[in-house]
């Protein structure tokens, strides 16, 4: 859990993808592939984002999971850069060790709590006043349509 208050610096860049919510996922290898139609449960699956395939479309649960991954990529959505100092285990109440990529984020602020998934990470190490300062930024995606 990440807490706002900690923040150094927050920076966001929007971006928006249309509200798909069907997709047809193909395998590409002759004999072997499989045709699947993916949609989001509880929609009409009538809006579809551009076909998928793939050699590894082999069998009808991988292409669920390929289909699922493209129709989560939709709505709303923004890249989050948070600068947070790099915290020294053991980490104290309130303290941030490093945040990896793929690692999911809560922040927590006076605005309620989101989550986002960290796409990359950047580390800056500078020395001032004979202190090492370790600083944290990363960019986490987050998404407003179909968001908690």
């Known amino acids: 859990m990440l807490q706002e208050d900690i923040v150094l610096t927050e920076s966001l860049q929007m971006r928006s993808a249309p509200l798909y919510d069907a ?55 923004a890249a989050v850069d948070l600068t947070v ?23 927590t602020g006076s605005d309620g709590t989101w989550h986002g998934q960290c796409e990359s990470l950047r580390i800056e190490v500078t020395v001032e006043q004979q202190a090492v300062v370790i600083e944290q930024t990363a960019t986490l995606e987050r998404h407003y349509t179909d968001a908690d």
């Open 85 to 107: 100092p790099l915290f020294a285990k053991p980490l104290k109440p309130g303290e941030v060790g490093v945040i990896m990529p793929l690692d999911l984020v809560e922040v």
């Open 23 to 77: 997709v047809v996922v193909t395998g590409e290898l002759a004999g072997k592939g499989v045709t699947c139609k993916v949609r989001r449960e509880g929609e009409a699956g009538q809006l579809f984002a551009p076909q998928v395939s793939s050699p590894l479309i082999n069998v009808a649960a991988a292409g669920a999971e390929r289909g699922r991954n493209v129709l989560s990529d939709r709505g709303e959505q």
